[in-house]
């Protein structure tokens, strides 16, 4: 088959939340078909990684965006009516690149990788009904109840753009919904959350997200030699504090009110209970929010780092406190692959669907989080089989092939 997929950003390095997940349906659909693929790229730094992307596809579009005068153009578009996600996404040179390509072959599917992607073909006056391909929508999460969730925690007057931002992307989602083949969502929660808010919802698939569990594969030799701090190794002591670590983009809201609140509120109580703890954050464009936490004694802020796997390895804990999360997060199932132990919150373990106690330990409030951490911090025992559950249960649930598979059924 040939197949157009239409990604939002970049789909490598395959190093963030929404990455992984287009990385590896573009691996897995380049496999069996002649991919085109087209995607915008947001942030200079990546523009490295175009390249990387050739060898998965027959062709590539792609056109680099600057993110504060598509922030203008969104602004604009809202004050007549209209999404922002919408105008930020969106590229008329990209469009002509995708037309282009339309008028050349047909293409029997196309499949939209987030909601704004529809843009480029409600755009193009290239498909009629009579050879319009087969349409399918990868929504992977409810983007519009993010922006809800965003205005309940926001203040006047963000709180008012973000309530109309989900009002006016939720309309969008269900034109989206109504008139493409397939809806995919990444968890049965998220599905179930799509159509509670649309009862007359369509043809809704759920297509789950996996783990490259052999890269993310915890060696022994590694966890014990050495915790990577840039680009040196330091080997531990006996007097080595607990090490506690959070990994993800650290300039996305939602990691950011996690990071901000744990060093806050829950890691006072840790270190008062007489664990001698220190606190990794460790990602990418931390925010200044976030570099301020590195100024504190027991925290450091790693920044952009090569390898995750390294700091995964010596973590004593990993601890993802997220009250702010939808669908499944990766640094959950990653952490669990690695055999360690994970603190996280109802949010951010639902989409997982791992049990507290045997895979993970869940817990909401300051004090049950900090509770959980020091309880695993004078255990090693208890590390080590919530460590060694958590993996069984990522290999036995979460193999991309086997998910991916469903994706090719929807195809045809």
Request: glycine letters at 6%; hydrophobic letters at 40%; proline letters at 6%.
């Amino acid at each position: 088959m040939k197949i157009l997929y239409i990604c939002h950003r970049i789909p490598y390095p395959p190093n963030k939340g929404d990455k992984i997940r287009s990385f590896n349906e573009v691996k897995y659909l380049a496999e069996h078909h002649d991919l085109h693929l087209a995607f915008l790229v947001d942030d200079p730094a990546d523009m490295q990684h175009v390249d990387a992307l050739r060898e998965y596809c027959v062709d590539l579009a792609f056109v680099q965006i600057n993110p504060p005068v598509q922030k203008v153009k969104a602004v604009s578009q809202m004050l007549i009516g209209k999404p922002l996600s919408l105008p930020y996404f969106y590229s008329s040179n990209l469009q002509q690149q995708i037309d282009a390509w339309a008028q050349a072959q047909t293409f029997d599917a196309i499949v939209c990788f987030s909601g704004p992607m529809a843009e480029y073909v409600y755009r193009s006056d290239v498909w009629s009904k009579e050879r319009r391909p087969r349409l399918i929508m990868d929504f992977c999460d409810v983007d519009s109840d993010k922006w809800g969730q965003y205005a309940q925690d926001a203040k006047f007057p963000m709180n008012i753009v973000y309530g109309l931002e989900q009002k006016r992307l939720l309309a969008y989602e269900s034109r989206v919904n109504r008139e493409f083949d397939h809806s995919v969502f990444i968890t049965d929660n998220e599905a179930q959350l799509f159509k509670n808010q649309m009862p007359d919802a369509r043809n809704i698939e759920v297509v789950g997200n996996g783990v490259d569990f052999e890269f993310f594969n915890p060696d022994p030799r590694r966890g014990e030699a050495c915790l990577a701090q840039g680009n040196a190794c330091v080997a531990p002591t006996e007097n080595s504090p607990t090490n506690l670590v959070f990994t993800g983009a650290m300039d996305y809201h939602a990691n950011v009110d996690a990071v901000v609140w744990f060093c806050r509120e829950i890691l006072p109580r840790i270190t008062k209970a007489g664990i001698d703890a220190h606190f990794y954050i460790v990602g990418g464009k931390p925010t200044p929010a976030v570099q301020a936490l590195g100024q504190m004694p027991n925290v450091t802020v790693t920044g952009f780092v090569d390898d995750i796997r390294p700091w995964y390895a010596k973590a004593d804990v990993c601890v993802i406190p997220l009250r702010l999360a939808r669908g499944v997060q990766n640094k959950v199932l990653e952490a669990m692959a690695m055999e360690r132990p994970v603190v996280t919150t109802t949010k951010a373990a639902q989409g997982v669907g791992a049990k507290d106690l045997q895979h993970l330990l869940i817990a909401d409030s300051a004090e049950s989080i900090a509770a959980a951490v020091i309880d695993l911090c004078n255990n090693p025992g208890a590390r080590r089989e919530l460590g060694d559950a958590g993996r069984k249960f990522v290999v036995e649930n979460f193999d991309w092939r086997r998910n991916m598979e469903k994706l090719e059924k929807l195809l045809n």
